[in-house]
């Protein structure tokens, strides 16, 4: 029976409880961060912490955890569950409230944090490669809704999530209303051609990945690739030598064909895997990827 931190206490998972009038579940008022531990370390938790504080920020939440409580919470969680290497998620709604429009805006916050084990992909997708689908439904335009807020009303993302599971494929391309190349429905992109990486700006809408701008880091400091952030056509990307996804739970996902297009002559090429290689070094993992 696994154990989850809900309102400040660890408790049995069935005896949790929210509820009915949560304004998280009433209207999708909430945010949420996911987070990694390797080797019982948290990866990358400062990012991870600060991204949560912004995504809080914007909904004028105050952060019910300092980033060493939230730290501690987390790693105390992974013990208690008995994980090696844990994957966690942090919910935080505006807690209990009322049906209708004269909401109250201030009060008592839920948070609830869940972990399991972290799960990889089957290593032979990072073998073989995986197929992407151009998803019909667009990103969000970012006037309409902050990107910067991780948002537990994420319909948009579960649209693509719907389209990628239709066409019988692990994840999406999402342009944004302009057209542009914007991310997968949970993953951020990129490409290459020749020395040169590319990756759309956040001015497309995306949310900036923390394993993004890892990504970029290990680019430039490590593969002596140059990054280009910009706002690009899909066939920008169907032209290039090699296409890849990124999050933390994917960690460098190599693409090797997008609809019907071929990439790199559905081979998977030499920069994701060093990337995916230079990430697991980053985290401190002992054996090669
Ligand atoms: C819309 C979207 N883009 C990108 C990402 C990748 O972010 P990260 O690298 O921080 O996991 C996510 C992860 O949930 C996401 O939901």
């Known amino acids: 029976m696994s154990t989850v931190f809900l ?37 990358q938790f400062p990012r991870h912490y600060q991204r949560l504080r912004q995504s809080a920020e914007a909904l004028c939440y105050p952060m019910p955890y300092s980033e060493q409580e939230l730290e501690n919470i987390l790693l105390m969680l992974r013990r208690r569950n008995r994980l090696q290497d844990a994957y966690f998620r942090i919910t935080i709604t505006r807690g209990p409230g009322q049906v209708g429009f004269q909401r109250r805006l201030e009060g008592e916050l839920t948070c609830l944090i869940v972990a399991r084990e972290f799960r990889e992909f089957p290593e032979e997708c990072y073998r073989q490669g995986i197929a992407l ?4 439904t667009r990103r969000n335009a970012p006037e309409a809704i902050n990107p910067k807020i991780k948002s537990i009303s994420n319909l948009n993302s579960l649209l693509g999530k719907l389209e990628a599971k239709e066409a019988g494929v692990l994840e999406v ?47 430039e400091q490590e593969l002596d690739l140059r990054v280009i952030c910009g706002e690009y ?57």
Request: glycine share 8%; charged share 25%.
């Open 133 to 136: 689908r151009v998803a019909r």
């Open 173 to 219: 391309i999402m342009l944004n209303s302009r057209g542009e190349v914007c991310e997968g429905s949970a993953s951020n992109i990129f490409w290459t051609r020749d020395h040169w990486v590319f990756t759309p700006s956040a001015a497309t809408g995306l949310l900036e990945g923390v394993t993004r701008s890892t990504i970029i880091r290990l680019c």
């Open 7 to 43: 309102n400040g206490e660890f408790i049995p998972a069935e005896q949790a409880k929210i509820s009915v009038f949560d304004q998280g579940f009433l209207y999708g008022d909430g945010i949420y961060e996911s987070f990694r531990s390797v080797g019982g370390r948290l990866y």
């Open 233 to 289: 056509r899909l066939q920008d990307l169907l032209f290039s030598d090699e296409v890849f996804i990124t999050s933390t739970s994917l960690e460098v996902m190599p693409v090797v064909r997008v609809d019907d297009f071929t990439i790199n002559q559905g081979r998977v090429g030499p920069i994701a895997r060093r990337l995916r290689q230079a990430l697991h070094r980053d985290m401190g993992k002992t054996e090669p990827a």
